[in-house]
């Protein structure tokens, strides 16, 4: 029998105790399930480092803590992949607890963030079932580091406030975000992911972001140019995702001169130049390539027709002696350049 929070030797309300002196406590994928007692907060008062994780705790987030954890500093509630319901509480963001992690990941959370985020280093809350927008009152973000809104249902524009100049992650996937994505001026962002959304505009500025090593943007409606120089300085980074947005003009063969670290590449179902620079080739570590319909003619709205441009693009020959090259693909182009000779496939017996 799986032990339930409820048990006595765990986190009940039924010890009879209170002021416990516990300043830890780690529960990690023991099987425990049930609910946190509403009086956990009186029953551990001095706790600034909550561990819960993996378990099957079907409960309501305790909000007893808002009251009896205020003089405590530096806190990390670390509670994901449980069954936690209901909302966050206003206490954990809003400044009157000393907040610094909040992971709650992978739980069925409800309702919208509370504002605040003064002094918030982590906020993790992506695979919940979140709504409402991130306002300019929401949160200063100036101490953020990691912020995972992904795999939820927000919306709205992202404010300005949104940059922070620390920030190391930003993930804001398979959300229903909207206008134009943020530019950040982070030094140390290591990941910029925001595909799936309703982002429009233009791709944002990242070029000052020397530690970037995935910026995936796809799914979207962004439009315009790629500039040259977006990767200029961008030497760690090793996947770029255009696809699926309403991008014009040519791959600028500038893209390719400073990622040396480049995998992988992806620009399907754009309004581009068919051609690809023979620069792609320059990265010798790239595995994956992906320019399905790049050069797919675009119509007023934000859809796709179903034909082609009558333009030929080029597809480089260097490509078939790249060494760590393990997925091509180019369906529904019309490209010219010298293809791989595969009549030794053929000739094979399987």
């Not at 007692?37 to 803590?65: H, K, R």
Request: aromatic share 12%; hydrophobic share 35%.
């Amino acid at each position: 029998m799986s032990p339930s929070i409820r048990n006595p030797s765990l986190l009940s309300a039924c010890t009879g105790y209170k002021n416990l002196p516990l300043e830890t406590l780690k529960l990690e994928d023991i099987g425990a399930s049930g609910e946190i007692a509403p009086d956990f907060g009186f029953i551990y008062p001095q706790i600034s480092f909550l561990w819960i994780s993996d378990n099957f705790i079907e409960s309501l987030l305790p909000t007893s803590v808002c009251s009896t954890w205020t003089a405590l500093t530096d806190i990390t509630i670390f509670m994901p992949s449980n069954s936690f319901t209901g909302t966050i509480p206003d206490c954990y963001l809003n400044g009157t607890l000393s907040t610094q992690k909040l992971i709650l990941n992978n739980n069925y959370l409800t309702g919208t963030l509370p504002s605040g985020f003064s002094s918030i280093m982590q906020l993790i809350v992506n695979n919940n079932f979140l709504t409402g927008t991130i306002s300019i009152s929401t949160g200063k973000f100036s101490n953020l580091l990691y912020l995972y809104l992904n795999e939820n249902s927000f919306s709205g524009s992202l404010p300005t406030s949104f940059v922070s100049t620390s920030l190391y992650s930003l993930t804001l996937n398979s959300n229903r975000f909207s206008g134009r994505l943020p530019t950040l001026s982070s030094l140390n962002l290591f990941q910029y992911i925001a595909y799936n959304n309703f982002f429009s505009g233009t791709i944002p500025l990242v070029s000052n972001s020397f530690m970037l090593s995935c910026l995936s943007i796809g799914d979207n409606f962004l439009s315009g140019q790629i500039n040259g120089n977006l990767t200029l300085k961008l030497r760690r980074l090793e996947t770029i995702d255009f696809s699926t947005n309403k991008l014009t003009g040519a791959i600028p063969s500038e893209l390719f001169h400073s990622t040396p670290s480049l995998q992988s590449f992806s620009a399907n179902n754009n309004c581009l130049n068919p051609s690809i620079p023979d620069s792609i080739c320059q990265p010798k570590t790239l595995q994956s390539l992906a320019i399905n319909g790049i050069s797919r003619k675009c119509k007023g709205d934000n859809s796709f027709s179903l034909y082609f441009q009558s333009t030929y693009g080029y597809l480089p020959s260097c490509l078939w002696n790249l060494p760590n090259l393990q997925s091509l693909s180019f369906v529904g182009n019309a490209m010219t350049g010298n293809y791989f000779d595969i009549s030794f496939l053929l000739s094979q017996s399987f």
